[in-house]
């Protein structure tokens, strides 16, 4: 994992640990993915990661979606609600 990996992980942990101190119930993230190829399947590299770096931070993943942005650009919506 590179520097811009890492980077993105903090940033999501950030935003997560932020919104949580800040009394929210609700989280939205947007994750963007570069590179992905919609005739394949496989894994999306650092999406995963930003997911769990947000639930490290008492969040849980409620709902996701996927917006094309053109070429072989795809983002993704989390919902993501406090852990109980």
């Known amino acids: 994992m ?4 890492h980077a993105r992980d ?6 997560a640990a932020d919104a949580y101190r800040a009394g929210r119930h609700v989280l939205t993230f947007k994750i963007v993915q570069a590179g992905t190829n919609s005739r394949s399947t496989g894994i999306m590299p650092g999406v995963g990661e930003q997911i769990e770096a ?9 709902k996701m979606s ?6 072989e650009r795809t983002a993704l919506i989390c919902l993501f609600r406090r852990r109980p």
Do not use: T
Not at 66 to 71: R, S
């Open 54 to 62: 947000i639930e490290a931070q008492g969040w849980y993943l409620d």
């Open 66 to 71: 996927a917006e094309a942005l053109g070429g």
């Open 10 to 15: 903090d940033a999501a942990a950030k935003a």
């Open 2 to 5: 590179g520097f811009v990996d």
